[in-house]
């Protein structure tokens, strides 16, 4: 390999790296990830958590109130109901929220990364 092709690697592998790391402080690795996992369990039409949860990875879950999600806030927990919210990559700019009922299907999903 000669010095021209040696340096052009280098440059190409220092631009690849500082790519990844921009995109991942700007959280733009979170939301195309998040729009990735959608585009799968969306079209699998999930009707349980257990359902959901076969396409989700790498992500954080905490119950929340729905006063707290970020497109969900209007909708009012009934008897038994819970909000979870699944943060992808643990980003919390791009979170989904779902509603379960206490059988735990799904009666509501929220996604705040559309």
């Known amino acids: 390999m000669n010095k021209r092709t040696r340096l052009f690697s280098i440059a190409a592998a220092t631009a690849l790296i500082a790519a990844v790391i921009w995109f991942t402080a700007t959280g733009t690795t979170a939301y195309l990830y ?23 990875h790498f992500y954080s879950l905490r119950e929340i109130q729905p006063k707290d999600s970020m497109w969900g806030n209007g909708y009012e927990l009934r ?15 791009c979170p989904l929220d779902v509603v379960y009922d206490k059988d735990e299907a799904i009666r509501a999903i929220y996604t705040s990364y559309e």
């Open 79 to 93: 008897d038994g109901e819970r909000m979870m919210q699944y943060c992808i990559l643990w980003n919390k700019n």
């Open 34 to 56: 998040a729009l990735h996992l959608e585009s799968k369990w969306s079209r699998a039409e999930p009707k349980t958590k257990v359902d959901m949860e076969k396409y989700l």
